[in-house]
């Protein structure tokens, strides 16, 4: 990658290389901060996970599998970083001083990104997976926040809560026991909903939640 990025390098029957950008020169003539700060380290980890466990292919035709595994990836960034420092931090990039991917609210990033599968920031063209991975992120964001109203495809809706180390248990869950190559978001959906009812049971709080969260 340049200096001012992360990447995960694979090849096929190889162990998995992360490389971490050194910062490059800013706007202002200095030197960037290195992106070796938890979440990016958490977020590249990820890939190799996926990779290791064949849940994604890269290079796919249907690139819904690649947003996916980004989202995941943005997911487990944040929650180890949370391990460590405590902090919940929805904006990808923030302790660097940037506005990357937002789970918060995806359409005030850098990049104005979907919150909503095929809402009006969805890429139907290219189908980048960075900028759709939001729709899942955004997901989990309600799925540990809660919030009723509408939502970017004037469609009502009302999640309850969880835990937010639940969520994060569940989303590790879901990586580990449900994803596949060639995934689509329904299919997603049902893997986040059959890993709550492994976990939580069937019908309980949290998979109530999160069928409320893909809902929104």
Not at 62 to 74: G, I, K, M, V
Not at 200 to 204: E, F, K, L, P
């Given at each position: 990658p340049s200096d001012n990025s992360a990447a995960v390098l694979l090849t096929e029957g190889e162990p998995g290389l992360m490389m971490?950008?050194?910062?490059?020169?800013?706007?202002?003539?200095?030197?960037?901060?290195?992106?070796?700060?938890?979440?990016?380290?958490?977020?590249e980890f990820t890939h190799l996970v996926c990779r290791n466990l064949r849940s994604f292919k890269k290079d796919t035709q249907?690139?819904?599998?690649?947003?996916?595994?980004?989202?995941?990836?943005?997911i487990m960034g944040f929650a180890i970083n949370r391990a460590s420092t405590g902090k919940e931090s929805w904006i990808m990039g923030d302790e660097m001083g940037?506005?990357?991917?937002?789970?918060?609210?995806p359409e005030?990033?850098?990049?104005?990104?979907?919150?909503c599968y095929l809402d009006k920031n969805f890429d139907t063209k290219t189908f980048e997976e960075h900028t759709n991975s939001t729709v899942q992120s955004h997901m989990f964001y309600l799925l540990v926040k809660g919030g009723k109203g509408k939502n970017s495809l004037k469609k009502n809706y009302n999640v309850t809560p969880m835990d937010i180390t639940e969520a994060e248990f569940l989303a590790f869950n879901t990586v580990?026991?449900?994803?596949?190559?060639?995934?689509?978001y329904t299919d997603a959906a049902n893997a986040w909903y059959k890993a709550a009812r492994d976990i939580?049971?069937?019908?309980?709080a949290q998979q109530q939640s999160v069928w409320e969260a893909w809902a929104a």
């Open positions: 971490l950008g050194l910062g490059g020169p800013n706007e202002k003539g200095g030197l960037g901060r290195p992106y070796t700060i938890l979440p990016i380290i958490g977020h249907d690139s819904y599998p690649n947003a996916l595994n980004e989202s995941f990836a943005d940037l506005n990357n991917r937002r789970f918060d609210n005030k990033g850098m990049v104005p990104c979907p919150s580990r026991d449900y994803t596949f190559a060639g995934m689509s939580y049971g069937a019908g309980s």
